[in-house]
């Protein structure tokens, strides 16, 4: 039996790989359509692409056919052949629109696919032979965008590939042709040559930071010329552009982006990614919480770079106003939000920020007078976050707990509004400790818009914390009589429940300060944190002794004797003070009075501690 399941899993994932193999070998990856990234599993190569795009007219009308050639350049170092291909034609204003229909010059190497439900809006490959060269005919439709640009992912090989190669742009006639890319370096394609940037002769500085630029630098006041911890970033107005310079420590990648609020999504960003010896610097737009998608024009000038000490430098140019087609490219005559983040990178693909992006506290207008701007890498929500659940588990909780555990005894004669004080104390604390943590467990949703999956398995403690700080009143509500039989049974739970609630909660709290959203610094954080724990132990274990009897204040006066001896006479007189017991309690009540104050006063001032760093970071 175990060797026929054995089989059936060997066949089943043979059947699997054969139909993946087989999919990308006969060309028909309409799955890829949107992207246009084959399902590999390898990141794209980001080597200049070695092949030729070109066109046969630029101009056209609806109806015109054009063809479109793509080829291997004659210098390619290495196979001089490709296996695999996907072309389609974009609206340069809106790279997401796929445009018109192909026709088919070689039917044995080429086929069409209907793309975003359009019929033989893509070509693909046929086999994975070697080809040199593949050509087709690109239809303009009737409702043909002003502007088409090609885009080609080409793939040589399983872990070797480019996408979205950005090909040459035809425009409708009469229309001015917008500014264009090309990887090609053959005579008559249209081309816009790549930027060449060069490297830096000087480092940048702070130095006329809000006089004569304007600066963004974490951690604040920072000098990038002789701290390389420095976040880095300024930009000044020269002319009809804005010259950016951004420094920092990186292992792949420094980014800016400039933004309409202070949410990631639908931003303008400008990445400085750090390619072995070299830096490629990239504008891009970003969608939701998903990787850049790289500007297929060239909109950056005067570009420059430089590597030293682990820190990534560039600088460059860019216009205030692009053209209409350039899409995705925010102009820099409005105020935005500005975001700095940095990350890894591996072979020219960025990975995901290494810590929460800087954001500047206000819109900034970028035209406008020079400033020296203050950020924080922690968003408002997620502070309110963590100082509510601060509050909530290392000071309201904790004093509750010890109203009720050592101080029913006290103010026999005292009621508020009915109730006893201490049973009154500690509902209302435990009522705000409950309160408290509603509020903050939402807070983070709010932020998130759902649930954070990078979070670890903090998000989820927070919801057992949640869900026992609600039990607590519930079961509360439902507690038997004091002389009840069962009464021992509430009272067991009810400790135990709210006991687990509160370990949970300073388990879950340890690993939030950790969290990119809300990230103290380590490690005195922690231990302020730990200092709040161990002093409620402290004076929880003291409270207990005392209850136990193990520190009889009040008993020491039951065997006080006091001696006094008469001038120039040997007789003692010795007179034994014996206290009355209501004078032992007021002794003992003194004694818990003196620990609860210098307990407060030690855990205020810690806690104090902690919600100023949580407003600075």
Known sequence: MEVLTNMWIVLLLLSVCSETVMCYSNGKVEVACGDMTPGHGFDPSTKDPPFNIKVDKSQFSPGDEIKVTLSMMASSEGKHYFKGFLIEARNAGNLNEIVGSFKLISPDISQLLNCDNKEGSAVSH???????????????????????????????????????????????????????????????????????????????????????????????????????ACHFLSFRTLGSSVMFELSGPAEGYVSFALSLDKW????????????????????????????????????????????????????????????????????????????????????????????????????????????????????????????FMLIAWMSTVSAGVIMARYFKPDWPESNILGQKVWFQLHRMLMALTVLLTLVGFVLPFMYRGGWSKRAGIHPYLGCVVMALAVIQPLMALFRPAPDASRRYIFNWMHFGTGTVAQVIAVVTIFLGIHQQALLLPAPWSTGVLASIVVWFVLADLVLEVHRRGFLPIGKYFKNVKIYTEHINSDDKEEVVFVPDESETHSVEFRFKNIVLVIYLCGNLGLLTLLLWTISAV
């Not at 925010?330 to 500005?338: A, G, K, N």
């Open 126 to 228: 046929t086999s994975d032979a070697h080809k040199t060269e593949v050509q087709v005919i690109w239809v303009a439709p009737s409702d043909s965008p002003p502007s088409v640009q090609f885009l080609v992912t080409v793939a040589r090989g399983y872990k070797e590939y480019w996408v979205k190669i950005p090909g040459p742009v035809v425009s409708q006639n009469g229309v001015a042709p917008p500014s264009q890319t090309s990887f090609g370096g053959s005579t008559g394609v249209q081309t816009t040559q790549i930027t060449t940037s060069s490297i830096l002769s000087h480092s940048f500085t702070s130095e006329g930071c809000g006089s004569t630029k304007s600066c963004l630098r974490d951690p604040e006041g920072c000098d990038p010329q002789n701290n390389t």
């Open 264 to 387: 990631m999504g639908d931003d303008d960003v400008y990445l400085c990614i750090r390619d072995t010896d070299t830096v490629d610097i990239k504008a891009g737009y970003v969608s939701g919480r998903h990787h850049p998608e790289y500007t297929s024009q060239n909109v950056l000038k005067d570009t420059a770079w430089r590597l030293s000490d682990g820190v990534i430098q560039c600088s460059f140019r860019r216009d205030v106003r692009l053209p209409p087609e350039i899409l995705n490219r925010f102009s820099l005559d409005q105020m935005y939000y500005l975001f700095m983040a940095h990350g890894r990178a591996e072979n020219g693909r960025t990975h995901r920020h290494d810590r929460q992006p800087l954001i500047s506290t206000y819109q900034t207008a970028i035209l406008g007078p020079p400033e020296d701007l203050t950020g924080s890498r922690s968003p408002l929500l997620m502070k309110y976050h963590g100082a």
